[in-house]
Structure formats: C-alpha cells, structure tokens
C-alpha cells in the first residue's frame, strides 16, 4: 500500500493540525528525520487512533503562538488527508507503531470466534463501539468487526450498524495489510473469510 504522491485533503483533530499539502523530495531533505522524544523516524508507518494507519512524511518544526513546535506530518491514504501532529503529545493521544504478527494473529483469533449479541439501547452500544474503534487497539476493532458482521445480504442490519462495520473493517484491513504486506482488497478477503468462519459458529 503507497501512501506517496497522492493530494491530499486538510483536516483538523486536536491536538493535530491540518496539513493540505504533500512534501516533494528535496523539501523532506531539509527536515529533521527522527524525534528522540517518540521514536518515530520518517518513513515510518504509524497507527493513529481517530484515523488509522499511515505514514510519517516528515518532521517539521513551526511557530505557534510565539513558541517552536515540532510536528509529525502523517499521511493517510484512503482518505488522502495529511495530518500534523506535535511529536511531544504523539504518545499521548495515542499514536503507535504497526502491530506486530503475533497481534495480527490475535485478531484472527478474534475474527473466527463467534460473534457476541449485545443487548441493550443501541445508542449506547453505537458509543462503546465508537469507543472501540477510535481506541487504537487492533483487538478492539476486530470485535467490533466480528461482532457487526452480517453475510446474509438481507440481515435486517441497520444504517448505522453498516456505516461502524465499515469503518472498523477499513481500519483493521488497512493496518493487517500493511503488517502481512498484502493490499487492503486481500486483506479484506482474508478477514472476511474468518469472519464466516466465525459466524457459522454462532448459528
């Protein structure tokens, strides 16, 4: 998955500033290639909660209110936005490096298990998966993938019930496919077969 050369759309989540433009080549020689405070180099592939995986352009230092500050520039690719992050809260809300296999295989774990039925107001369960998938964690997205999943086409499933499967099938797709080195159609594919699996048990 090639998250360069794509434009990319401005976007805002505090503590992250928008970013709408890319970083041609020689620009990113001119900037700083790691940050000793998180770790995290240029080039790196990262894991930020509110949007997913994607990658650190670059580290750049700007004025803000009179005072320096050093950000991550992010690109995510499947919703062509860049996002700046000050480097001195990345761990702090959250932003990883990619999982690793034996996460990935947790998650497939997860994927074949049968599916939990909540119960309760749906406005409330819509939160705790919300929760789930803003959180970060791999794990937590695949239960609310396993969980949401519907194979039958007329399964009564709701608007929003899709629109959360969607998302957190997108973001856990989009982190396995870069973890296992595949694309996110294969990695689609692959967790959804598990996801059958799963289901087939819960019947």
């Known amino acids: ?14 503590p992250a500033y928008a970013a709408p433009d890319m970083y041609p080549d020689e ?9 000793e405070l998180s770790g995290f180099e240029v080039g790196d592939y990262v894991v ?19 005072a320096s500050l050093e950000l991550f520039v992010i690109y995510f690719e499947r919703s062509k936005m860049t996002l700046r992050v000050p480097t001195r809260k990345a761990t702090s809300v959250g932003m990883r490096r990619l999982s690793d296999t ?8 997860t994927l074949s298990q049968r599916p939990i039925k909540a119960r309760g107001n749906w406005s409330r369960l819509a939160q705790d998966y919300e929760s789930k998938i803003n959180s970060g964690d791999i794990v937590a997205l695949a239960e609310v993938v396993r969980d949401l999943f519907r194979p039958a086409q007329n399964s009564g499933q709701s608007f929003s019930e899709r629109q959360l499967y969607a998302t957190a099938l997108d973001r856990l797709s989009g982190e396995v496919a870069l973890v296992d080195g595949i694309t996110e159609q294969e990695a689609v594919k692959k967790l959804e077969a598990l996801l ?5 048990r819960g019947v």
């Open 1 to 14: 998955m090639k998250l360069e050369g794509q434009k990319s759309k401005p976007a805002f989540v505090d």
């Open 27 to 35: 620009a990113r020689e001119n900037k700083p290639k790691t940050t």
């Open 48 to 66: 930020y909660p509110a949007h997913g995986a994607g990658q650190v352009l670059a580290i750049e230092n700007q004025t803000v209110a009179g």
């Open 102 to 109: 034996h996460a990935t295989g947790h998650v497939r774990v």
């Open 196 to 200: 059958l699996e799963g289901s087939k």
